[in-house]
Structures are given as structure tokens and as C-alpha cells.
């Protein structure tokens, strides 16, 4: 049976869950070691919804003094391992969220981050959403990440659909979504994705 309903895309960073203070806490603390240090309003300002490899290119150029890519890419792996020990403790999905996933549950949904599967799957499975989702593309599985339409093609041709409507709340997801011909819904705040999603659909 096609499902003529719109296919709604989820961004996981920032939307679906506030996970960037979470892994700019683990930045800050697998590169202090090395006397390499960004403050909360840099990182929102310049590093927020591109991928780690970018994120060290441009950390390593704002550096006093300068660090280039390879001398802090190897800060990757601990990151990672630190991101993923305390994101799967629990509590990053609220229950408004899981809420309005079981209330949308009969459009196609995605989630489409630039983060990898290693890292976001298993928040997922502990949050209980994953099943929600008929697709997920992550960052480590397309060619061409955010801000091209790539990520978001990918989604729409598994759900097997060419209309969507995608929640994006950084610069370069906004972009994606826009090129691949989606409608967007531009969020501030994870905590606003159920009101401007029910809005956006005509639910109370």
C-alpha cells in the first residue's frame, strides 16, 4: 500500500534531541589535553550541523597557535567514545517528543543527521524511537553531506516518496533540505520541533 502522506524528515542534532552541548562538552574535554579549547558560543556559532573532520579543520585555523588537521584528528576516536557512553544514559528524547513521534506515526518518517550511525543508532534503540523510523541516513553513509541535498534525496528514495517536509535547525541543513526540494521547518530550539510540527500539519 503507497502512503500518499508527506514524509517528514527529522535533523537528530538539535531537533529531535539538544545533544550539541553534550558534544561540545566531550570536544572540550578529549582536546584540553593538548591545550586546545572553543567556547560554547563559538562552537554554536561555527560549528553547529557540519561534520567533525570540518569542525577540527576549522577549530585547528581559530587556534593560538594554529593546529592543523592532522595533529587533532586523532582526538576523534576518544570523542566519539565519550559521546556515545554518556548520550545512551537516557533523557535525550523528551516525552513530548516521543509523544508527537506516535502522533505522526502514519506519515513516512526519517532521520537524517551528518553524525554517524555508531554514534546516533544506539540513542535511538535507548530512547525507544527508533522503530518510529521507516529510513535513517547518516553521515558515514552518504558521499556528499549537509549542505547537500544529498542526505535528504537518500531519505525520500528509501521512504520511496519525492515529497517531504524536513525539521533543520542549522545553516547547512536548511540548505539541504531546501536544494532536495523539501518543505522546511526552520527550528530554534529542540524543545519547540512538537509545536511547530503540529502546526505545520493542522494538529491540535
Known amino acids: 500500500m503507497i502512503n500518499h502522506l508527506k514524509a517528514i524528515l527529522f535533523d537528530f542534532d538539535g531537533v529531535l534531541a539538544d545533544t550539541e552541548p553534550l ?7 578529549t ?14 556559532a561555527h560549528c553547529v550541523g557540519i561534520s567533525d573532520r570540518e569542525f577540527l579543520e576549522q577549530l585547528g585555523r581559530i587556534s ?5 588537521l592532522d595533529e587533532l584528528w586523532p582526538t576523534y576516536p576518544l570523542k566519539k567514545k565519550l559521546f556515545r557512553e554518556r548520550a545512551t544514559s537516557g533523557g535525550l528524547v523528551t516525552a513530548e517528543v516521543k509523544k508527537l ?16 550511525r555508531t554514534e546516533i543508532e544506539p ?37 520511496g ?24 521547518i526552520e527550528v530554534e530550539r529542540a524543545s519547540d520541533v512538537p509545536r511547530l510540527l503540529r502546526q505545520h500539519l493542522g494538529l491540535k
Open 23 to 29: 558534544h561540545w562538552r566531550c570536544w572540550s574535554d
Open 31 to 44: 582536546l584540553a589535553p593538548l591545550g586546545v579549547s572553543i567556547s560554547w558560543e563559538n562552537y554554536q
Open 64 to 68: 593560538t597557535p594554529p593546529r592543523t
Open 101 to 116: 513521534l506516535n502522533e505522526v506515526k502514519h506519515h513516512p518518517l526519517a532521520v537524517v543527521t551528518s553524525s554517524s
Open 123 to 159: 540513542i535511538l534503540q535507548k530512547e525507544e524511537i527508533l522503530s518510529y523510523f521507516g529510513a535513517a541516513v547518516y553521515g558515514d553513509e552518504v558521499a556528499n553531506l549537509k549542505p547537500h541535498p544529498e542526505p535528504y534525496l537518500t531519505a525520500l528514495n528509501r521512504l
Open 161 to 184: 516518496t519525492t515529497q517531504g517536509i524536513v525539521l533543520e535547525d542549522s545553516g547547512p541543513g536548511k540548505e539541504s533540505a531546501r536544494a532536495a526540494g523539501c518543505e522546511l
